[in-house]
């Protein structure tokens, strides 16, 4: 008795030609007395079906066809084995063997997947196993890749991904049609290639990957950060927060939190974007530790504070500082241990407002900004720091006011997290200003009240009214 295979997709009753369905391998007996089923685990719109296989035109059309290559000849060596074994490969035998096989194989073989599937598992593991944030960063560059693809007019697949002329094409696109800087532009890259690692570690490919050349980045001595005056300053602001009855200006809007019974407690936006920027700057946290901070972890003792560092998923421990104390008593108001220290807040809208509130506050220190796209230097110029002052800005300003204070890196990187120098040392500032204090550093120089008038004049307003403050006293 002859068995007849063959592959169908299972349509229904839905016409939709960019809907997906499920492919079956149907096994048949010659006389058409027995028949089943088994499901390749693949989906593919009707567009891209035609005469019982793949459509050339489908985008990911290789690993495509390879995969289901491969289950139809296991299939196919399963009948074999059977008629060896002198028994009759009716088709629901051959079912129950390529189950087992299956099962046997479990994850040990290697297991091809298509492009859309290996992002599919991608995805779903940076959802289950990183932050928020980190899932949605990659979950963007997917759609960003499908846009390219679509605008470029090529079919995105993995052997174009490892190809040279990918790497041409996405730097074009990037540079000429979207505008990205090569900052941005090196990041997408290197997200890329962590996608097509994992999927070579999971063998869902078996392509030999290849390095892309990333674009160069200008070495940037000064890095935006907020000086201790400017800290104090923004901590002194209380004209935007939250009183019952007052009329504020249209961007600030009410914010709604809940106490542990369920009572509502009112804030503005603009109120909660300087709490957060403030308790950024004393901590050193990241926007992705921010709202996931709960009362439960907190240790009070000698006014510590702790966090799960959201991307090495190990506790950092700081000293809090009377602006963070202050921060910490305004928000634990009824609040149970397990709740959430802050109100959400999305970042998008923080970098927004963060801006506006620096510009109705005068904070506008002129900051150099250098950056690069493809061979060519942009925004090289002085600029105002309400411009580009973000959620980031935060953490660069604990690790510098720290440097200041004469902090060892050492003790540094307990308190922020680094593993190593080498990351750390993105966040280190070197400005006209700190450079200038090595000019003399050897000098024998009689003029020293030159020398201590210049090192003087380089300091913050608060820091001289300090010095003046702490001389009259001695004095």
């Known amino acids: 008795m002859g068995l007849n295979i063959s592959w169908r997709l299972v349509t ?26 088994i499901n390749s685990g693949l989906e593919v719109e009707k567009k891209y079906w035609k005469d019982g296989s793949v459509s050339r035109k489908h985008p990911d059309y290789t690993n495509f066809v390879r995969f289901l290559v491969k289950v139809q000849s296991d299939v196919e060596s399963i009948i074999t084995e059977l008629t060896e074994e002198n028994k009759t490969p009716r088709p629901k035998l051959v079912r129950k063997r390529f189950q087992e096989l299956e099962k046997e194989r479990n994850d040990r073989t290697e297991i ?25 960063m990659y979950k963007q ?12 007019k090529v079919i995105i697949s993995f052997e174009y991904l490892v190809s040279e002329q990918f790497e041409t094409d996405f730097k074009d ?49 000064e890095v935006i950060y907020l000086k201790k005056d400017e800290v104090l300053k923004l901590s002194e602001i209380k004209k935007y927060n939250y009183r019952e009855g007052e009329t504020y200006r249209k961007e600030i809007v009410q914010i709604i939190d809940v106490d542990r019974r369920g009572k509502e407690v009112f804030y503005n936006n603009w109120e909660i974007v300087i709490d957060l920027m403030l308790f950024m700057c004393v901590t050193g946290c990241r926007w992705n530790d921010v709202h996931h901070m709960t009362w439960d972890s907190q240790d009070f003792d000698n006014e510590t504070f702790q966090w799960l560092n959201q991307k090495t998923k190990k506790y950092t421990k700081v000293p809090l500082d009377p602006i963070g104390i202050e921060i910490v008593k305004k928000y634990d108001k009824n609040k149970s241990r397990e709740m959430n220290i802050f109100p959400k807040y ?17 904070l506008n220190r002129l900051v150099s900004v250098t950056r690069m796209m493809g061979a060519k230097s942009v925004d090289n110029e002085k600029v105002p720091l309400y411009q580009v002052v973000s959620s980031h800005v935060g953490r660069r300003t604990f690790i510098m006011n720290l440097i200041e204070k004469g902090h060892d ?6 308190m922020t997290g680094h593993s190593d120098i080498k990351s750390l040392m993105k966040y280190v500032s070197v400005d006209d200003g700190r450079i200038e204090v090595g000019r003399n550093l ?34």
């Open 346 to 362: 999305s970042s998008v809208h923080f970098n927004e407002n963060i801006k506006k509130i620096f510009k109705d506050l005068n």
């Open 112 to 136: 091809v997947l298509t492009y859309e599937q290996s992002w599919e598992r991608f995805l779903h593991k940076k959802k289950i196993e990183t932050s928020f944030y980190t899932h949605r």
């Open 442 to 475: 050897y000098s024998n120089s009689e003029d020293r009240e030159s020398d201590v008038l210049k090192l003087f004049n380089q300091l913050s307003e608060s820091d001289k009214e300090f010095i003046v403050d702490t001389i009259k006293r001695l004095i």
């Open 409 to 414: 890196y050492k003790t540094i990187m307990s």
């Open 12 to 37: 229904k009753s839905n016409k939709k030609l960019d809907t997906k369905f499920p492919i079956y391998l149907r096994i048949r007996t010659s006389d058409g007395s027995s028949e089943t089923t």
């Open 173 to 221: 696109w990037s540079w000429n049609k979207k505008g990205y800087k090569n900052s941005y532009v090196r990041k997408n890259l290197t997200s890329i290639k962590s996608f097509l690692n994992y999927c070579k570690r999971n063998k869902f490919i078996l392509l030999d990957l290849r390095d892309y050349k990333k674009p160069k980045e200008i070495d940037r001595k």
């Open 141 to 152: 560059l997917y759609h960003r890749l499908e846009e390219f693809g679509q605008n470029k």
